[in-house]
């Protein structure tokens, strides 16, 4: 069995349980942390994950971030993103997910980027993008399968929390 690639995303467009979508039209989002996990971890490891973070994903939950500046990222930096301001809850949600990560054996995909080097954002895509001093809400935290039964064209969203239902 091949390594299995999730991701962690607190999303700022609406989305649903169990949502696909193709890869290369994801909904605007925060990415939290993405990693691996191997064939020696069980395969109810979204369920075991999504229990190890659930408090810190609830207690996170309406969280209003401030966007900043924009900046460049990736090869060259080659992709526009718009940066989130430095919010201690979204630091520590960050963090307590990294943890529980790494407590089932994850591999951390950006190993540079995590912990104190996290630098949250949200990518532009397809010419949606939010503008400097906009606010967000941290109101849907989600744990996504980056190739749902080994596709890697589409994306799944495993467990979803949301402000309004506070569960998955």
């Not at 691996?36 to 810190?56: K, Y």
């Not at 906009?134 to 064209?153: I, K, S, W």
Request: net charge negative.
């Amino acid at each position: 069995m091949p390594m299995r690639n999730l991701i962690w995303v607190a999303f700022t467009e609406p989305v649903q349980q169990g949502l696909v979508f193709p890869r290369s039209d994801w909904p605007l989002h925060i990415t939290l942390l993405r990693f691996d996990v191997g064939p020696n971890v069980s395969a109810d490891v979204a369920d075991v994950l999504a229990d190890l973070a659930e408090a810190s994903v609830k207690g996170a939950l309406g969280t209003r971030l401030r966007v900043g500046g924009e900046a460049g990222f990736g090869h060259m930096g080659s992709i526009p993103v718009s940066l989130i301001e430095h919010d201690p809850l979204l630091q520590g949600l960050h963090e307590e997910i990294v943890e529980a990560a790494v407590g089932v054996g994850a591999r951390i995909a950006t190993p540079n980027y995590v912990l104190d080097h996290y630098r949250p954002h949200i990518s532009h895509h397809d010419g949606k993008r939010p503008k400097s001093g906009d606010t967000v809400v941290l109101d849907q935290v989600a744990l996504v399968d980056m190739a749902p039964d080994g596709d890697h064209t589409i994306r799944r969203i495993l467990r979803l929390w949301t402000q309004d239902t506070h569960n998955a």
